[in-house]
């Protein structure tokens, strides 16, 4: 037993733990914003119209500017956002670009879009409720990393 928390108390076991709760905390920072998408799937949907379409160059790309209004419960209300976070889709994204051009076309021909909006707050609405890929890779890939860590960890404890 004095000779595991011998180990347990070497420079580099207390490194690997520190790396090991970095890990852990970058996990939980992305698995709650799993969890904030993955309740705009239950979100209601509802027709609304593009008011005003402009592109802003964003480095060497454009992106969309957007205003579109939507009704609920014969209420009017006016959104701007194309998804919930957009730390994950950016511009350069080919599903970004797909749905900037569907809304492009939307105004530009005066169709309606689907509207996504919060029941318990009407006024806070996107056009697209899905969860990145980019997201699954990054929780995926910091599951594993973690499982390789702790593996590692105990190997060097106990062997």
Same mark, same amino acid.
């Given at each position: 037993?004095?000779?595991?928390?011998?180990?347990?108390?070497?420079?580099?076991?207390?490194?690997?733990?520190?790396?090991?709760?970095?890990?852990?905390?970058?996990?939980?920072?992305?698995?709650?914003?799993?969890?904030?998408?993955?309740?705009?799937?239950?979100?209601?949907?509802?027709?609304?119209?593009?008011?005003?379409?402009? =592109?802003?160059?964003?480095? +060497?790309? $454009?992106?969309?500017?957007?205003? /579109?209004?939507?009704?609920?419960?014969?209420? #009017?209300? @006016?959104?701007?956002?194309?998804?919930?976070?957009?730390? =994950?889709?950016?511009?350069? +994204?080919? $599903?970004?670009?797909?749905?900037? /051009?569907?809304?492009?076309?939307?105004?530009? #021909?005066? @169709?309606?879009?689907?509207?996504?909006?919060?029941?318990?707050?009407?006024?806070?609405?996107?056009?697209?409720?899905?969860?990145?890929?980019?997201?699954?890779?990054?929780?995926?890939?910091?599951?594993?990393?973690?499982?390789?860590?702790?593996?590692?960890?105990?190997?060097?404890?106990?062997?």
């Amino acid at each position: 037993m004095a000779m595991i928390f011998e180990k347990l108390m070497n420079w580099q076991s207390l490194l690997d733990i520190c790396w090991l709760l970095v890990l852990c905390l970058l996990l939980r920072n992305f698995y709650k914003d799993f969890q904030l998408l993955k309740l705009t799937k239950s979100w209601l949907m509802t027709k609304g119209k593009v008011d005003t379409f402009d =592109l802003i160059q964003q480095g +060497s790309t $454009y992106w969309p500017k957007i205003s /579109y209004s939507y009704q609920v419960n014969d209420q #009017e209300f @006016k959104g701007n956002y194309l998804f919930l976070d957009t730390s =994950l889709n950016t511009p350069y +994204s080919g $599903y970004s670009r797909r749905l900037a /051009y569907k809304v492009a076309n939307a105004f530009k #021909e005066g @169709k309606e879009v689907d509207v996504f909006y919060d029941p318990s707050s009407p006024d806070l609405a996107v056009l697209d409720t899905s969860i990145p890929r980019k997201l699954y890779a990054i929780l995926i890939g910091l599951s594993g990393l973690i499982g390789l860590h702790i593996i590692l960890i105990v190997y060097r404890i106990f062997w």
